[in-house]
Structure formats: C-alpha cells, structure tokens
C-alpha cells in the first residue's frame, strides 16, 4: 500500500524500540552484559508493527536503544529503508536522573554512533527512557543539543513512575532555550481524569483504556504525541517472574488486543513522524523556555 498524505494535526506515532525486558527498575532483569542469553523478539514484533504501519500508510518515528541497534543493525535499516524515523532512547535503557553528565553523555554518543551507523544517516531526535529527565538533571539538554539533537521527547508535564516534569513545562509542543541555542520539544500528550493524567496514547494506558475514550481524548488534542513499545502488542512474549501486582497488571494488561486496537486507531485518526510534525509547526512563535 502506498503511503498516504498526513492528516491535518493527525497524531505522531512513536516507538521506543527495545526488547520485552527492558523494563525499568526491575531486579529480576538480568545486568546488560547478559542481554544476549535472554529470548529476542524485537525483530519479529517490529516486523508486525511495520506491516501494520504499511497497511495504514503511516510513517512512525522510532527511537532506538543503542544496544538494540548494535545487534540488529540490519532492523535498523530496514526501519530507515521504509522512510520512517530514527531516534535515541538511550544505549542500555538508563535513566537519566541515575547519571553524571559524564556518564550521560559517553552513553548517549555510544547510542548515537550504534544507531548512526546502522542507518548511514545522523540521529537528530532524543527521548530518555522513563521520561528520566527531571527538574534534578536538566544539564541533560544541553548535552543533547553538544551531540546534534534537535528535536526531544523526553518532557512528561506531570508524575510519572520513573520520572516526570509534573507542570514546569507546557503541554504542547514547545522551545527549550539552553543559552543561545533551542531544541525542539514535543512533550507527551496527556488527559485528565479526575484527579489523574494519564498517558492515553502510550504504554499500559493505551492498552487498558477503551478506544473509545482514547479516541476522544485524541480529537481534544490534535497533533497528539503517542509512544508504544514493541512488546505492547506480543501477547506471546515470556512473563518477567517477581513483578508486584501491580506492576504485572501495568507490564501485560490488553495486550491480546492491542494490536487491533492500534490498527482501529491508525484507521481512524492517521499518523505522522516527528520531521512531519514539526514542519507544520511555526516554531518562532511557539512558547520558549528556558532552562
């Protein structure tokens, strides 16, 4: 199927390109050293969601782990080779807050260099694992803009597990100024019910909530910035043993029927890269923060 024109304000499709145990903050996932002994499913669930994405004509950005692109550069290209988007999510999915500047920066460049190399074309988009870059590590933006970054996804304005901006920031695409330089933010779309924001089109949410309300939500909110995981939609992928109940509930809810719930969405409502996105956005008049 050929690729369609983007809708008006349709919403950015994105993906954090990682396996199904690379989950947060979780001590029965094994060191990063023993990553390769685990079962791999990135490539077959990837290859299920470009189908999908073929089906429906959209492009999707995705930001890749460096390690994930180390040992699968040829899913790297492929991802590329379909015109759909690349972008950094860490190397070995580490949250930001956990880091020195130092530290931060060796992992990001190692990230950039794994996923650049793969894809034969500079990386220009950034989003931390766990939205980790808080009020605690803002020197983070800086350092994205020293390795080329133009355009984060990194700011959750409100309370999240692993880490959040709660309402410093705005809701809605927006420039960070960092001296005389900006970087280019779209923040993740969130909805009020009652006294909670939830991530309605991303992770665990999208796959508990009924389309219904997502879909609503997403018509409140044109341009809505989504993020899925690979894992989000493979019901056959191994079950990480210790979780508490609470965290199982969030890792594995709907996800027998996530998949068609997102080819529903991407029926309805259309879907954009970040690049796409961001064309369409006048950005001198945009809000600026500065940082």
């Given amino acids: 199927m050929g690729t369609a024109k983007p809708r008006p304000a349709c919403p950015v499709i994105t993906f954090d390109l990682e396996e199904w145990f690379n989950l947060l903050e979780c001590d029965a996932i094994p060191p990063a050293e023993n990553w390769g002994s685990l079962e791999s499913r990135v490539e077959a669930n990837t290859d299920l969601l470009l189908d999908l994405l073929d089906k429906r004509g959209v492009k999707a950005t995705f930001f890749v782990l460096g390690w994930v692109a180390r040992h699968y550069p040829a899913l790297i290209r492929k991802i590329a080779s379909l015109g759909h988007e690349l972008g950094c999510h860490s190397d070995l999915h580490t949250l ?3 880091q020195t500047p130092g530290a931060f920066r060796e992992e990001t460049a190692r990230a950039l260099g794994a996923i650049g ?4 074309a500079p990386v220009l988009n950034y989003r931390a694992p766990g939205f980790s870059i808080t009020e605690k590590c803002m020197w983070a933006f800086e350092i994205l803009l020293d390795l080329g970054i133009i355009t984060d996804c990194s700011v959750y304005p409100g309370i999240h597990a692993h880490g959040g901006m709660r309402s410093l920031f705005p809701s809605v695409p927006f420039r960070l100024g960092v001296g005389e330089r900006t970087l280019k933010e779209f923040p993740v779309s969130l909805a009020g019910l009652g006294p909670l924001q939830l991530a309605f089109v991303g992770g665990g949410y999208f796959r508990l909530l009924p389309l219904a309300l997502i879909s609503h939500w997403t018509r ?7 993020y899925f995981h690979p894992r989000d939609f493979d ?3 191994p079950r990480i043993q210790g979780l508490s109940a609470a965290r199982r509930f969030k890792a594995y809810v709907g996800i027998g029927g996530a998949t068609r719930k997102l080819d529903r969405f991407l029926e309805r409502f259309g879907g ?3 690049a ?4 369409a956005i006048t950005w001198d008049t945009s809000p600026l923060v500065r940082v």
Avoid at 220 to 226: E, N
């Fill in 276 to 279: 796409q996105a961001s064309a």
């Fill in 96 to 98: 930001v807050w956990t």
């Fill in 117 to 120: 190399d793969a894809a034969g």
């Fill in 220 to 226: 409140q909110r044109p341009g809505a910035v989504t």
């Fill in 272 to 274: 954009q890269t970040l």
């Fill in 235 to 237: 019901p056959g992928q």
